[in-house]
C-alpha cells in the first residue's frame, strides 16, 4: 500500500528499500528546514559551526567504535572498520577542529550545553548496542552529512574562512559507499536475533539524531535564546 505519509510503517520484513526511502525522506526534509546562511546573523552562524563541532568532534569516532562493537555480520564490520580507519588515519577530529578555529567558531560551554540533552540521548542509544537500529542510525547520519556540508562550508565561508578540508572531504557523494552501507544493513538483519523487536523502533536512533541536529541548526535546547545583538556586546 502506498501513502503519502513520511511515518513510516514497519513491514513483516522491514524491506532495506523502505528503511533507505524513509530514511532519504527524513534527510529531505532536514535539510530543506534550514535556514538560508545569508539569513542568518554573524553569531548565529557562529554558533551552528560551534555547535556541530561539539557534537562530531569529539563524539563521532565514539558512535563508530559503538557500531563496531555492536554489529555481527562481516558486511557491517567491514564497513564500519573502513570509516573508522579513514576517522583516525586521516585525523578527522583535527579537521575539525581546523574547521572550528577558522571560522572563528570553536565551541563555548554555552554551547556543549545547547546540545547536551540530546546528546546524551543518543550517547545512551549507542551504548545498548542495537545493531540494527544503529546501523540505520549510521546510514542515515552519513547521508545527511554528505549533503549537509555544502551549507556548514556556506556558514564558514561567509564568516571570512577559506578552510574547506573538512566539508571537501566529507561532502563527497559516495554511491558505491551507501549501496554497501545499505548492503551492510541487509546482512545485520538477517543475523538479528529478534527480526520483529528489531523492526519496532527501528528509526529511533535516527529520531534521536534528527532532534540533536534541530539542536544544531537552532539551538532549541539551548537554556537562553541569544539576542540577535548579542554579539556586538563586549
Ligand atoms: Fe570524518
Known amino acids: 500500500m502506498m501513502t503519502s505519509s513520511t511515518t513510516y510503517v514497519p513491514s513483516s520484513q522491514a524491506p532495506v528499500q523502505a528503511i533507505q526511502q524513509h530514511v ?17 546573523s554573524a553569531e548565529e552562524r557562529r554558533g551552528v559551526i560551534a555547535r556541530y563541532t561539539a557534537v562530531l568532534e569529539g563524539n563521532f569516532i565514539y ?32 579537521m575539525m577542529r581546523k574547521f572550528a578555529t577558522a571560522a572563528r567558531a570553536v565551541p563555548t560551554d554555552a554551547d556543549a550545553l545547547a546540545v547536551q540533552k540530546n546528546l546524551t540521548a543518543v550517547r545512551l542509544f549507542i551504548g545498548r548496542l542495537s545493531a540494527v537500529r544503529i546501523v540505520v542510525t549510521m546510514a542515515f547520519f552519513e547521508g545527511l552529512i554528505q ?50 523487536a528489531a523492526a519496532k523502533n527501528l528509526f529511533e536512533g535516527v529520531e534521536l539524531l534528527r532532534a540533536l541536529l534541530m539542536d544544531i541548526v537552532a539551538a532549541s535546547g539551548a537554556p537562553a535564546v541569544i539576542a540577535p545583538a548579542a554579539d556586538a556586546v563586549a
Open 147 to 196: 549533503r549537509f556540508m555544502p551549507y556548514l562550508a556556506e556558514l564558514a565561508r561567509l564568516q571570512g574562512s577559506e578552510e574547506m578540508e573538512y566539508t571537501d572531504v566529507h561532502g563527497v557523494c559516495d554511491v558505491t559507499h551507501t549501496a554497501e552501507l545499505y548492503r551492510a544493513l541487509e546482512a545485520e538483519m538477517m543475523l538479528a536475533s529478534e527480526p520483529a
Open 63 to 94: 558512535w563508530m567504535t559503538g557500531a563496531w562493537l555492536a554489529v555481527k555480520s562481516e558486511a557491517a564490520r567491514a564497513k564500519i572498520m573502513e570509516n573508522l580507519f579513514e576517522e583516525v588515519r586521516d585525523a578527522h577530529p583535527l
Open 24 to 40: 532519504d525522506s527524513v534527510i529531505d526534509s532536514l535539510l530543506t528546514s534550514l535556514p538560508r546562511p545569508e539569513r542568518l
